[in-house]
């Protein structure tokens, strides 16, 4: 996966806002979940009807019978509209058997598991799911102690840490474990990738001053790795 390229992906945020239109013209829903299978490849949409809709199906009024998209049934995505290359009434729903393979996963149950590095250490949960022009997904890391150092430094942006899924060792009840260190893990900026050169730079700057900015960036390996020393 070419991470360079994440500046064209689409992320599960901005999905969720697109209304989904079958190929007859009816609008169907809005994205309320992503399925992945036991590889992290993109499966299938689970789409969910309104507000109201929802809420009866929650208290068991109406059956929970949301629509689920094979991605290969998404004919195109515009600024506002997913358009499927199926009518409404031949998409299969969640609870029909062998719709959803026992073995998959779902985002929204991935991002309630914590995310722990190499060395054990505690990152974040997973915030966000892109989706790459490759169509290979890849997540965003982040939590309140991304935040608390963001704010401590005088971050205004969103940024957060990007986990290709070639770094997800495995996945149990509670925690994703990566086989990779937190300083590895390239960084982003409202979901879109810093260049590693701007990164650097920035990070040269900072340490050269030996400021209050870089110790608290070295408190979560904000590109440790790649610093250069400071001149002599």
Known sequence: MSLCELDNHYNISEMRKKTVICSKGSKIGNIQDIVVNNQYQLESFIIGGSF????????????????????NNVAE???????LNLPKEELPHK????????????????????????????????????????????????????????????????WDLLLPIKYIKSVDDETITINVSQDKLKVT???RLIEDEKVKDYLDSLQTKGSAEMRALKQIGFGVSDISKPPL
């Open 52 to 71: 109201w809709e929802e809420f009866r199906e929650r208290l068991g009024i109406i059956k929970d019978i949301d629509p689920v998209v094979p991605v």
């Open 77 to 83: 995505i515009t600024k506002n509209e997913i358009i």
């Open 95 to 158: 609870l029909e058997e062998g719709v959803i393979s026992p073995t998959a996963i779902t985002y929204n149950l991935l991002r309630r598991k914590k995310v722990i590095d190499s060395k054990g250490k505690t990152i974040g949960k997973i915030v966000n799911l892109v989706i790459l022009p490759c169509a290979e997904i890849a997540f965003i890391i982040g939590g309140p102690r991304l935040e608390e150092i963001a704010e401590s430094i005088g971050f205004k942006e969103n």
């Open 189 to 191: 900026l409202d979901n």
